[in-house]
């Protein structure tokens, strides 16, 4: 056993970067396991006719889109992958050494909530 002395930061300096990761693994969880479930529905199902057309009436679909949980499915399809995307985008251009600073967090970050903030328009406007 060794006698190494380790000094433990008892004040250490705040960091945003929980929320940012929190966005990413919401946005990248919902990608992976709901994105590709809409797309088999609405890309593939309903084209070739298994799924009945019907039940994809303008009426139907707008009933749902304003609704408080097709409004929040179709907010949470258009944002939080994007906050995952430009999460990866942040870090990626790190990773390749194109450091931009807070400017290109800033950038990144503001771009995907221009896209969440444009979703929740879009919904109100329905």
Known sequence: ???????VDRTPARSDEPIWWSLFGAGGTWFAMLTPVTV????????L????????SFERVHRFATSIIGALFIIATLALPMWHAMHRVHH????LKFHTGA?????CYAIAGGVTLLAIVFIIML
């Open 103 to 107: 400017a290109g967090k800033v950038a």
């Open 92 to 95: 990626g251009m790190h990773d």
């Open 1 to 7: 056993m060794s006698s190494k002395n380790y000094h």
């Open 49 to 56: 006719g298994i799924i009945d057309s019907d039940a994809l």
């Open 40 to 47: 088999l529905v609405l890309g593939i199902l309903v084209p």
